[in-house]
């Protein structure tokens, strides 16, 4: 970030963190959304069955093992392709 004032590094900070929470925020509302819907179907009780529990659990396990699987295979790429764009 050369080139720029204090202040508008602070300024560009700021931003990046709010982008950062806001994104976080959607994929936790999607994480969510999306493990109520596949898990949760018996509203005769306000308490979570035994089934609905393990259900969710193994949900949210998996979508953060695929999320971070994903970063991972995004950063394999990247590197790839920087390092192919160094060679040219």
């Known amino acids: 970030m050369e080139g720029l004032t204090a202040a508008e590094s602070r300024e560009?900070?700021?931003?990046?963190?709010?982008r950062q929470v806001k994104e976080f925020m959607t994929?936790?509302?999607?994480?969510v959304d999306n493990c109520?819907?596949?898990c949760?179907?018996?509203f005769t009780s306000r308490a979570?069955?035994?089934r609905e529990t393990g259900c969710l659990?193994?949900?949210v396990t998996k979508s953060?093992?695929?999320?971070t699987r994903l970063g991972e295979r995004f950063a394999e790429l990247n590197a790839a392709m920087t390092a192919e764009m160094q060679k040219r």
């Open 57 to 59: 659990s193994r949900c």
């Open 48 to 50: 979570l069955s035994g």
């Open 27 to 31: 994929v936790f509302g999607n994480l």
């Open 36 to 38: 109520f819907a596949a």
């Open 64 to 67: 953060m093992a695929t999320q």
């Open 40 to 42: 949760v179907d018996d």
């Open 12 to 18: 560009l900070e700021q931003r990046l963190q709010k």
